[in-house]
């Protein structure tokens, strides 16, 4: 490997979000060189620090470091496949988005090529980066993630999350799975108090007050997922089954949709004929993974 290096970071992918982390770097003070299939997406950020490679091999053997932006993994074997003997001995930090199996390919694919890789997901848009706001999720070596700290802090919160490649990608799915849970329940109960001429705002503080209420929940709830077991202290799922039904049959005698309460009416009563009636809700957890284990 050629050790000589002349920045400290290069970015590979200046499109929204890359262009956002070359900023971020070079507002904290980090050299920078960076590459892009269209080379004049470069040219602002050359003006403002920047260097310039002409080629992908000289930006990954400007730095010890390259960070990875493209549209998907596809674009990065493109992109990074013709250099792979330029590879050994770096470290790849991939922040485009895909999913786990994509990572854990990468990771291989990487360490036949002698560099080492963390593979990362982005949970922010672009405005956000370099603020505390911006959660950057990364997995794969500890030793790589705690060497580039000074780099990964700059972009926002750095997250580590364990060895395994594939956990930045399950991470941030799950994160979004979440963020759509919450998001779309809120707007079921919108489209209900409309009907009685309420409208989003004077009905958002209460749903907040609910979610919050929810929250403190799943710490308790984890602790019977994860030790198997569903005493119902709150709420029987048979309890929860008649609550769903009021909740449809109200939605559709004032015209709002019902097919999100459908949903989790069809678990619940799927549970309760599996012989779950009596368990508390976190034993739900069969509908979504079917190998877990109740007793
Ligand atoms: P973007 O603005 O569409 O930019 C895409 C980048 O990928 C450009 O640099 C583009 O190069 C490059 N690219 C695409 N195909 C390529 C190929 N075959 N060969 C070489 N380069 C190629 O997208 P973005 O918003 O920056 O997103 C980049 C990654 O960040 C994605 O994985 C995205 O999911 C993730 N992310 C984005 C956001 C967001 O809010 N923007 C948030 C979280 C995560 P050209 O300029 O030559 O087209």
């Not at 060189?33 to 400007?62: F, M, P, Y």
């Not at 932006?69 to 013709?82: A, F, K, R």
């Not at 700059?154 to 998001?183: F, I, N, P, Q, R």
């Not at 009905?203 to 308790?220: H, K, M, N, S, Y």
């Given at each position: 490997m050629?050790?000589?290096t002349?920045?400290?970071?290069?970015?590979?992918?200046?499109?929204?979000?890359?262009?956002?982390?070359?900023?971020?770097?070079?507002?904290?003070?980090?050299?920078?060189t960076?590459?892009n299939?269209?080379?004049?997406?470069a040219?602002?950020?050359?003006t403002?620090?920047?260097?310039?490679a002409?080629?992908?091999?000289?930006?990954?053997?400007?730095?010890?470091?390259?960070?990875?932006?493209?549209?998907?993994?596809?674009?990065?074997?493109?992109?990074?496949?013709?250099?792979?003997?330029?590879?050994?001995?770096?470290?790849?930090?991939?922040?485009?988005?895909?999913?786990?199996?994509?990572?854990?390919?990468?990771?291989?694919?990487?360490?036949?090529?002698?560099?080492?890789?963390?593979?990362?997901?982005?949970?922010?848009?672009?405005?956000?980066?370099?603020?505390?706001?911006?959660?950057?999720?990364?997995?794969?070596?500890?030793?790589?993630?705690?060497?580039?700290?000074?780099?990964?802090d700059?972009?926002?919160?750095?997250?580590?999350?364990?060895?395994?490649?594939?956990?930045?990608?399950?991470?941030?799915?799950a994160?979004?799975?979440?963020?759509?849970?919450?998001?779309?329940?809120?707007?079921?109960?919108?489209?209900?108090?409309?009907?009685?001429?309420?409208d989003?705002?004077?009905?958002?503080?209460?749903?907040?007050?609910?979610a919050?209420?929810?929250?403190?929940?799943?710490?308790?709830?984890?602790?019977?997922?994860?030790?198997?077991?569903?005493?119902a202290?709150?709420?029987?799922?048979?309890?929860?089954?008649?609550?769903?039904?009021?909740?449809?049959?109200?939605?559709?005698?004032?015209?709002?949709?019902?097919?999100?309460?459908k949903?989790?009416?069809t678990?619940?009563?799927?549970?309760?004929?599996?012989?779950?009636?009596?368990?508390?809700y976190?034993?739900?957890?069969?509908?979504?993974?079917?190998?877990?284990?109740?007793?």
């Amino acid at each position: 490997m050629n050790t000589k290096t002349r920045s400290d970071v290069t970015i590979i992918g200046l499109g929204l979000m890359g262009r956002a982390l070359v900023d971020t770097l070079l507002q904290t003070g980090h050299s920078t060189t960076v590459w892009n299939r269209t080379a004049d997406k470069a040219e602002e950020l050359i003006t403002r620090g920047a260097l310039r490679a002409d080629s992908v091999d000289r930006a990954v053997i400007a730095s010890p470091v390259t960070l990875l932006c493209v549209s998907d993994y596809p674009s990065l074997h493109t992109v990074l496949d013709p250099v792979g003997e330029q590879l050994d001995g770096r470290l790849l930090v991939n922040l485009t988005s895909g999913d786990s199996a994509q990572a854990r390919e990468m990771a291989r694919w990487a360490e036949k090529r002698g560099a080492r890789y963390l593979d990362g997901a982005i949970m922010a848009v672009p405005p956000t980066i370099g603020t505390p706001e911006a959660v950057i999720l990364l997995s794969g070596s500890k030793a790589a993630f705690e060497a580039q700290r000074s780099i990964l802090d700059a972009l926002g919160t750095a997250t580590y999350l364990g060895e395994d490649h594939g956990l930045s990608s399950l991470y941030d799915v799950a994160g979004l799975s979440v963020m759509w849970g919450v998001l779309n329940a809120w707007l079921q109960g919108v489209a209900l108090l409309s009907t009685a001429g309420v409208d989003a705002a004077s009905f958002t503080p209460f749903a907040a007050q609910v979610a919050q209420g929810t929250v403190g929940w799943l710490e308790d709830y984890a602790g019977q997922v994860d030790g198997g077991s569903y005493p119902a202290n709150d709420a029987t799922l048979t309890t929860h089954a008649g609550g769903m039904a009021h909740l449809i049959e109200e939605s559709e005698r004032l015209g709002v949709n019902a097919e999100l309460p459908k949903l989790f009416k069809t678990l619940v009563d799927r549970a309760i004929t599996d012989g779950q009636a009596e368990a508390s809700y976190p034993a739900l957890i069969t509908q979504f993974s079917p190998e877990s284990t109740t007793s």
